[in-house]
C-alpha cells in the first residue's frame, strides 16, 4: 500500500499558494507552482474501485516546505508517514514495520514527484486542459505526456483561487480523491518535521 501512495498523492505537495481569481485556471495552477514557500494542511482521501465503489477513507495532516521537502502525517485507520527531503522519499508502515526508500527523480512516476521541487515545466511534462467548474472549484485536467507515468490523468480542483481537492486515475482504473481544509499558507514549519530516521527493529527496503 505504502509503494502505491507514491504515484497517487506525491503531487499534491507541489499545490499550495493562494492563485489570483482573474487569472485564468491553468494559469492560477501554475501560480501554485512556482510560488509557494510551505503549507500545512488536513486531508481526507478516499479510494474508489473500477465500478465506482468507495473503498477506505484516510485521515491525516501534510506538510510542504519547498524546495523538496514534505510530510504526509497518515492518523486514521492506519498509521503511515511519507517524508521527503532532497532526493529521497520515506514510506514508514507503523502496522507492517516497514520502511520503504527511494530516489525522488525520474524513476519516480515520472514527474508527479518532481513537481514539489519547483523544476518541472509542467507544459512539457504534462497536456493541460480546463474542464469547467464544478462543486464551485474550477478544474484542470493534467494528462502526462509519459506513457510509462502509471496514471491515466490528474484533476485539480482551485476554489475561490486556492487549492481545494484532487482526483487521480491510474492505469489499473483506480480512483483516488484528496479534500483539503485547514489550510495555511506559509507557516513557519520546524525543519525537523521532515528529517526522517527509521524506528528500531524495522525492515528497511531501499531501491
Known amino acids: 500500500m505504502i509503494k502505491k501512495i507514491l504515484n497517487t498523492l506525491v503531487i499534491l505537495a507541489a499545490l499550495s499558494v493562494t492563485a489570483y481569481a482573474d487569472e485564468s485556471p491553468i494559469n492560477q495552477l501554475k501560480a501554485f507552482l512556482k510560488a509557494s514557500a510551505s503549507l500545512s494542511a488536513d486531508f ?3 479510494s474508489y474501485n473500477q ?3 468507495a473503498g477506505q477513507s484516510s485521515f491525516g495532516q501534510f506538510y510542504l516546505s519547498r524546495p523538496g521537502k514534505f510530510r504526509w502525517d497518515y492518523k486514521m485507520p492506519f498509521a503511515q508517514e511519507i ?3 532532497s532526493d529521497k522519499v520515506w514510506f514508514y508502515d507503523a ?3 516497514q520502511v520503504t526508500v527511494k530516489q525522488l527523480d525520474d524513476s519516480l512516476g515520472s514527474t508527479p514527484a518532481l513537481l514539489l521541487t519547483g523544476q518541472v515545466d509542467i507544459d ?8 469547467g467548474n464544478d462543486d464551485d472549484m474550477n478544474w484542470i485536467k493534467l494528462s502526462p505526456k509519459n506513457e510509462e507515468s502509471g496514471f491515466k490523468y490528474i484533476l485539480i ?3 475561490h483561487g486556492q487549492l481545494g481537492g484532487m482526483e487521480l486515475s491510474d492505469n489499473f482504473g483506480q480512483l483516488t480523491r484528496i479534500y483539503f481544509s485547514n489550510i495555511k499558507l506559509n507557516p513557519s514549519l520546524d525543519a525537523s518535521l ?6 528500531k527493529n524495522v525492515d528497511v527496503f531501499e531501491n
Do not use: I, Y
Open 44 to 46: 481526507k482521501q478516499v
Open 51 to 53: 465500478a465506482g465503489q
Open 83 to 85: 517524508v521527503s527531503n
Open 95 to 97: 502496522d507492517l514495520e
Open 124 to 131: 512539457e511534462k504534462f497536456v493541460l486542459e480546463e474542464q
Open 157 to 159: 480542483g482551485l476554489n
Open 194 to 199: 521532515f528529517n526522517f530516521k527509521p524506528p
